[in-house]
């Protein structure tokens, strides 16, 4: 299996390479690897966004509780909580696209190496 980053960096040589072994049907794989690669990253990055809000709102909630501010200790939980939801419903769509990937670059081909001659191979049959 090529590794995503490989694909990422290349990807006219990665359809090329299907284009030489004649599996033409294969080279919108790539494509949608390029585009569940993009999305699965832009989700990492909001998760880690969000958790880094998230851990600062939980300093920002225990400073509030000690100076007595419980209301506005409160709504910051509040908002806590629904950071924490969506950290939930990101981590979730997270697992499906890396899934999703995973079955997507298994069928992508590997490279081939130079040395083998670009062609249809024709097998004659012994009699």
């Known amino acids: ?4 980053k490989f694909v990422r960096e290349n990807p006219e040589i990665v359809k090329q390479n ?3 072994k004649f599996q033409d049907q294969k080279l919108p794989l790539v494509d949608q690897a390029l585009e569940l690669d993009k999305e699965n990253r832009e ?9 880094a809000e998230r851990n600062n709102a939980a300093k920002t909630i225990g400073s509030l509780m000690k100076q007595g501010k419980k209301e506005e200790a409160e709504e910051m ?6 950071t924490g939801e969506r950290i939930d419903a990101l981590s979730a769509r997270e697992r499906e696209v890396e899934e999703e990937l995973l079955k997507v670059m298994m069928v992508i081909p590997n490279i081939i190496d130079p040395s083998v ?4 191979m024709i097998r004659k049959m012994w009699k």
């Not at 939980?77 to 629904?82: L, Q, R």
């Open 1 to 4: 299996m090529l590794d995503i």
């Open 18 to 20: 299907i284009r030489n």
């Open 43 to 51: 989700i990492k990055q909001e998760v880690q966004a969000l958790r």
């Open 77 to 82: 939980k509040k908002k806590t909580t629904e």
């Open 117 to 120: 001659p670009i062609g249809k």
